[in-house]
């Protein structure tokens, strides 16, 4: 039928269409999903948004899922084509009376991916809770013991009215973010790289017109196709924007935008039409965030992901921010957010937070913001993110680890690095949040690692979802290696303030890996080299 271990995922649904994910499982996965949100709200009937991207297998996907939902007693809202960013702001606003969302995506995966997001929305906190598989779905998939027979009442994948208007009212938010919009002139270049993001550019173009901004807004892969026929859906791959940076470079566009698959996701490339690191556009949103805030809140606070880079700590130092490391992933990112009460959040792998519109990650929020930064100091691009003067870095390099058992040969490997580097002579602090990390040198005014990313004791006393970053320390070099949640990859990010010294160090860091695999029969080659290739 499919694969079930689907339900133990920790994020999301997701694998591959038919033979992982399929019609089957949407439907199980909308009954699931309104047993959940009944537990969790007490609500018998809960209204849920309903969103697809443009694969190729989203309609067939979305309309069970729907129907899933309609059979145990729910009330979902089908909105049709929509990106991802626009579900979250429509559950944030409760359009319709909802209380959950469920977004039919695979993000940034290859076309032959699909899977189902699915949120909560929490009235205690104001943010919108990530509703896990394994978590909340898997104990109601397990325990039915039902009649196999099939239930009458479903429903039509289509909305009884046409006047919902969610991609109107979200580009109208986005937009708000941007109060020195009106100023914008020249051009800019979009690239959904053929994905959702395709839906809001027209109506972008609309509402910059009716603002009077006398700005030309070009795209390259503007048609949506669930085949990703132009680029890769994650624009974070090595040459995948070649397209966007041509664009920009010929048009002497101002910069260029290119979104994931679902569009919560942006990358940048300045006027050149140079890459910027989803890290360099974190520093420099959180620096914009924290200076309009800080008048208002006391030590603003703002989350990073455990591989982003060290420029986003002294960033946040310089504009008087508190930087909180998370573990990698939106559903830590966003249990961070709450807890510290933070103004802004992202990871380097370019999903940036807004706690003001329910911490909901957003790649159309985010180029707002940025845009904004930019007419308001009057900048250009590139000069605007020279000045926080990067740290050289790896990027992410990705191992494939070829084993017959890679869950535990990654561990071998992380757990030997701890070893190496959390002895009593070692001159380096490991800190464990995510896979491991190392940072050296030691400092006399930090004993140990906890004195520098210091545990919330009140609201995450393990220490296991983040840690508060003390000020008066800062690495010589670090180095972070991770196992992917879904695939045989070993994540490596080495970052130093000297670039001879992150060649080195990665080089000699992958090596030390595939010997160390080697010895155990196993194999590691190269699958992404980063910033290395």
């Known amino acids: 039928m499919f694969d079930r271990s689907l339900m133990q995922r920790k994020a999301d649904v997701r694998g591959i269409y038919p033979n992982q994910i399929n019609?089957?499982?949407a439907w199980f996965t909308g009954r699931c999903l309104v047993r959940s949100v009944r537990e969790l709200s007490g609500n018998s009937q809960p209204v849920i948004l309903v969103g697809r991207d443009g694969r190729l297998s989203?309609?067939?996907i979305y309309a069970s899922l729907i129907q899933g939902i309609a059979s145990e007693g729910g009330q979902p809202v089908p909105c049709g084509l929509a990106t991802t960013d626009m579900i979250q702001w429509?559950?944030?606003?409760?359009?319709?009376?909802?209380?959950?969302?469920?977004?039919?995506?695979?993000s940034h995966n290859p076309p032959e991916y699909n899977g189902i997001k699915m949120l909560f929305r929490n009235d205690k906190t104001g943010g919108l809770d990530i509703i896990s598989p394994a978590a909340h779905l898997a104990k109601h998939f397990d325990s039915d013991k039902g009649s196999a027979i099939a239930p009458a009442n479903t429903c039509a994948p289509f909305p009884a009215?046409?006047?919902l208007k969610l991609h109107e009212r979200f580009t109208t938010a986005a937009?708000?973010?941007a109060p020195n919009i009106k100023k914008a002139k020249g051009k800019i270049v979009l690239d959904p790289g053929n994905g959702v993001g395709g839906l809001f550019i027209p109506l972008l173009r609309q509402a910059l017109k009716a603002v009077g901004a006398e700005v030309e807004v070009l795209a390259v892969a503007e048609q949506i196709d669930g085949r990703f026929?132009?680029?890769?859906?994650?624009p974070g791959l090595p040459g995948a924007v070649k397209l966007l940076q041509q664009k920009v470079r010929e048009s002497g566009a101002a910069f260029g935008a290119a979104f994931d698959g679902d569009a919560d996701r942006v990358f940048l490339v300045d006027e050149w039409g140079t890459f910027v690191s989803g890290s360099l556009l974190l520093a420099a949103l959180a620096q914009s965030v924290v200076n309009k805030k800080k008048g208002a809140v006391k030590d603003p606070a703002v989350v990073y992901s455990a591989v982003s880079s060290w420029l986003v700590v002294e960033t946040l130092r310089k504009a008087g921010g508190k930087p909180v490391i998370s573990r990698v992933g939106q559903d830590a990112v966003k249990v961070a957010l709450i807890q510290t009460d933070a103004v802004f959040g992202g990871e380097s792998s370019a999903h940036y937070n807004f706690p003001d519109s329910y911490c909901l990650d957003s790649g159309l929020f985010s180029l707002m913001t940025f845009w904004d930064m930019l007419l308001e100091t009057g900048q250009s691009c590139s000069a605007l993110l020279g000045s926080l003067s990067p740290w050289p870095a790896s990027g992410e390099v990705n191992?494939?680890?070829?084993?017959g058992d890679w869950k535990a040969t990654s561990k071998k490997v992380i757990d030997a690095l701890l070893a190496q580097y959390g002895s009593a002579d070692s001159d380096a602090y490991v800190l464990t949040i995510d896979g491991v990390s190392v940072f050296s040198p030691k400092s006399p005014k930090f004993k140990a690692v906890d004195d520098i990313f210091q545990i919330d004791k009140k609201n995450?006393?393990?220490?296991?979802?983040?840690r508060i970053v003390a000020d008066g320390y800062s690495p010589d070099w670090w180095f972070s290696v991770r196992a992917s949640n879904n695939e045989p990859l070993l994540r490596v990010n080495v970052e130093a303030k000297n670039a001879a010294d992150v060649t080195g160090r990665s080089f000699g860091l992958i090596s030390w890996i595939r010997e160390f695999v080697a010895e155990s029969g196993g194999k590691v080659h190269v699958e992404d080299w980063g910033n290395l290739g």
């Open 229 to 234: 026929p132009t680029r890769p859906s994650n």
């Open 23 to 25: 019609e089957e499982l």
């Open 399 to 403: 191992l494939r680890v070829e084993s």
């Open 460 to 466: 995450d006393p393990t220490g296991a979802t983040y």
């Open 175 to 177: 937009l708000e973010l």
């Open 58 to 60: 989203s309609p067939a």
């Open 161 to 163: 009215s046409s006047n």
């Open 90 to 106: 429509g559950l944030g606003e409760k359009l319709e009376g909802a209380i959950a969302g469920a977004m039919v995506t695979a």
